[in-house]
């Protein structure tokens, strides 16, 4: 009897012990229930890489260090912190058909659960309509992703802001130029400056600019080194000084159109002192 006793006992011990391994590791397995009054994905936030494919682009989101990386490059924080908490707020309304045309496909990889939805064109704009589980639904928001490449990312490419510029060497283009040049993003690119043209920009608050800009077959990259003059202003030696890691090391990719009308007006020379 005292054996029975003791055998019930322990497989209680057990039982509760399971239970409680189970509560504990399940914060992020809460899998969503797909149904009206949902939310699709309410753990976005906790997840740790992020694919987007749309028809005209493919987006690689990566946390590494509680940095947000698009495609090897500093994502605009601000931006996707809001896209994702659209993702996350995004509820169900109802149980809908729908087509297969002009999908945005996203997968969503955390922790402990992973997902892939496919988002839609919708006649109203302030809702989507997604298709997961092989069930398609009609959302309460707008969850489409951001529309191009350079979205992801803080814009213009050149961080004038309020200043303007002074002196501006070896470009025969328009200045206004730019005030609103946008990029695609940025690699590490081992590019031989010599097959690349060089300007400088100097602005009225300090700010230097060291520049190459470089084609590769099709492809324009743009080389940007912060620098200060003898007397910056106070802002600007902080921006320098906060944001060389943003710019020196990196490639900026350029769309054709930019990158052609900006390596074009530049003359073929270059200058020893750019770096």
Known sequence: MKKIILTLICSLVIAIAVFISIVLWKPYYNVPI????????PQIHSSQKIYIQTPSYQMCLDKKNDIWMANGYYADYQMLLEYLYRLQTAEIEKKITCSSENQVKISVYGDKHDETFFIYENDDYSKSIIKIKEK???INKNIQPPGTVSDYFLQPLFPFNDDKIEILNNFHGNMDFFFSLKYQGAVHQNIDKSLCRFFTIISSKGLKLNCHVCKDNNLYFININLQ???MPTTEI?????????????????LNADDGAYLYENLSNNQSKSAL
């Open 34 to 41: 797909y149904e009206v009054g949902n939310s699709i994905f």
């Open 237 to 253: 030696a902080q921006f320098v000084a906060q944001n060389k890691y943003r710019y020196d090391p990196w490639y900026f990719i």
């Open 136 to 138: 398609c639904f009609l």
């Open 228 to 230: 200060t003059t003898v």
